[in-house]
């Protein structure tokens, strides 16, 4: 077979892996990023100062939280349970040293120490684990985008060929939530102008969408890239998708109001399933051949699928709202996490039936089953990363320590007898002095630009390497050096403090 047909056969005809192990690694990254906020505690407590320059909080950001979902999809992919049961006992561990440190300090009863807690106010202007969220869901994909082209990329993790749960796949509609969730619906910022305007607005929004997109379908066909025909089509790709997906949404949102947007994602969606079931739709989808009668034809992947994406845009919107609503203290934060996870599992409850009584989950078609899995999880997902914040407030109130970076900022004990005081003006340098060193902030200021990056690099890794037949430890080499070289560029452009967006 010549190098481009062995690739595409690499990564074609895949059934995914179970729901259970996709959960199971949702844990990991927030685990990580405790682990990482719990060092740089242990530290100030030791030091009384973060002295680090940017060269170490990139090193440290990056070892502690990239290289390790790198290493999770690849060598430690077999053992994930114990990874995850080891990070969990060195957060533990590290968690029990700062409050020991606290005990012999200042002597309080661990039940004041609970109720101070649960009554701390946070900073209102910021949502950290929103922005976690989608960091998160742009560096897992870069990393597989790479990496589903090695073998020591578990092929269960790959995109499915027509119904299955791959991680792939999961990656695919959280990037579309993702988008949704800090939308100007979700934010409420939408413009007070006519309705004309705001369509007209959003259509020149997503035109760098539309132009890489054509750079994409270009440069593949004249390179004779290898592509996976099923996956999108012809000429389709992710890039249109999220293109088309942002104006047919905000199109829909001008007409309909924001606040009952998950109404609409379940008709979009339940009518959508109707259809594949009544008509000859799903079998023109999954099973037609001809791809010479037109750009529909050609395509009819990307372009129906579509139809599911815009669903779960309109769900993530209706998410955005609620996790973004004021909330001042931990405990009102600890129940949001307890309706999110209520909201999760009505989800899987609903995803079983529909899986029994309908049809499976299938990402090429973006089928309801599909809309409530990605929903399930992603909540799932939130709920994690909110609850890893609040373990990193909770140790900083045990210790005192300067804010975390991508984490929740502590209003003063001096500001709390105002509630719109905010934070103290040393607070605020703090924070923003960590932040500026922050690998998280860095890919969130340029997160297109990321994205394409990560494209770019793995196009021309596959033209310079034999990635199927790459060994197992020169593979882990080729994904770490890959990511660290996206990183550092995003890093060094944050540092900057240059953002390149003109549209």
Same mark, same amino acid.
């Given at each position: 077979m010549r190098d481009k047909d062995l690739k595409e056969a690499f990564v074609s005809n895949l059934n995914g892996t179970s729901l259970g192990e996709i959960t199971l690694?949702?844990?990991?990254?927030?685990?990580?990023?405790?682990?990482?906020?719990?060092?740089?505690?242990?530290?100030?407590?030791?030091?009384?100062v973060y002295p680090f320059s940017w060269k170490v909080h990139l090193f440290l950001d990056f070892t502690m939280v990239v290289v390790p979902l790198v290493l999770s999809c690849t060598v430690l992919s077999d053992v994930l349970l114990l990874v995850i049961l080891g990070l969990a006992a060195i957060d533990v561990s590290m968690l029990f040293q700062i409050y020991h440190k606290r005990k012999h300090t200042i002597p309080v009863q661990f039940q004041q120490t609970l109720k101070s807690f649960l009554e701390t106010r946070?900073?209102?202007?910021?949502?950290?684990?929103?922005?976690?969220?989608?960091?998160?869901?742009?560096?897992?994909?870069?990393?597989?985008?790479l990496a589903v082209d090695f073998a020591i990329f578990p092929r269960r993790y790959a995109k499915t060929e027509t119904y299955g749960t791959g991680v792939m796949d999961f990656g695919v509609g959280s990037f579309i939530l993702a988008n949704s969730l800090v939308s100007p619906e979700a934010r409420q910022k939408q413009a007070s102008a006519s309705k004309f305007s705001h369509v007209a607005k959003q259509l020149l929004s997503v035109w760098p969408l539309v132009v890489l997109g054509m750079v994409r379908l270009i440069s593949v066909k004249a390179?004779?890239?290898h592509e996976h025909v099923s996956e999108y089509g012809l000429h389709w790709n992710f890039f249109f998708t999220l293109a088309i997906v942002r104006v047919v949404a905000s199109l829909l949102l001008t007409f309909f109001p924001a606040n009952k947007s998950w109404i609409?994602?379940?008709?979009?969606?339940?009518?959508?399933?109707?259809?594949?079931?009544?008509?000859?739709?799903?079998?023109?989808?999954?099973?037609?051949?001809?791809?010479?009668?037109?750009?529909?034809?050609?395509?009819?992947?990307?372009?129906?699928?579509? &139809?599911?994406? *815009?669903?779960?845009?309109?769900?993530?919107?209706? +998410?955005?709202?609620? $996790? /973004?609503?004021?909330?001042?203290?931990?405990?009102?934060?600890?129940?949001?996490?307890?309706?999110?996870?209520?909201?999760?599992?009505g989800l899987w409850t609903l995803l079983h039936v529909c899986q029994s009584f309908v049809e499976p989950v299938s990402r090429r078609m973006a089928n309801l089953s599909y809309l409530l899995w990605i929903m399930a999880q992603s909540l799932y997902f939130l709920s994690c990363l909110i609850s890893a914040d609040l373990v990193l407030v909770f140790s900083k109130v045990l210790s005192k320590c300067s804010p975390v970076p991508s984490s929740w900022i502590i209003v003063q004990?001096?500001?709390?007898?105002?509630?719109?005081?905010?934070?103290?003006?040393?607070?605020?340098?703090?924070?923003?002095?960590?932040?500026?060193?922050?690998? &998280?902030?860095? *890919?969130?200021?340029?997160?297109?630009?990321?994205? +394409?990056?990560?494209? $770019? /690099?793995?196009?021309l890794t596959n033209v310079m390497l034999d990635t199927v037949n790459s060994s197992s430890w020169f593979s882990v080499w080729v994904l770490v050096s890959y990511m660290f070289a996206n990183c550092s560029v995003i890093y060094i452009l944050h540092v900057k403090k240059v953002t390149l967006k003109f549209w």
């Open positions: 690694g949702s844990v990991l990254a927030p685990l990580c990023l405790i682990n990482r906020g719990l060092l740089l505690i242990l530290y100030f407590l030791g030091k009384g946070l900073e209102t202007r910021c949502t950290p684990f929103v922005t976690v969220f989608r960091v998160l869901v742009n560096v897992k994909t870069a990393i597989s985008i390179l004779g890239y609409l994602s379940l008709t979009i969606g339940g009518v959508y399933q109707t259809t594949l079931e009544m008509t000859e739709l799903k079998a023109f989808i999954l099973h037609g051949s001809d791809r010479t009668g037109g750009l529909l034809s050609a395509n009819r992947e990307g372009v129906f699928s579509v &139809i599911g994406y *815009v669903a779960i845009y309109m769900a993530g919107v209706q +998410v955005g709202l609620y $996790v /973004m609503e004021k909330r001042t203290l931990v405990k009102d934060w600890i129940k949001a996490i307890l309706w999110l996870l209520l909201a999760s599992c004990e001096t500001t709390m007898q105002d509630p719109n005081a905010g934070t103290s003006l040393d607070e605020d340098k703090t924070t923003k002095k960590i932040d500026d060193l922050c690998l &998280i902030q860095a *890919v969130n200021r340029n997160q297109l630009l990321f994205f +394409v990056l990560s494209n $770019v /690099m793995t196009g």
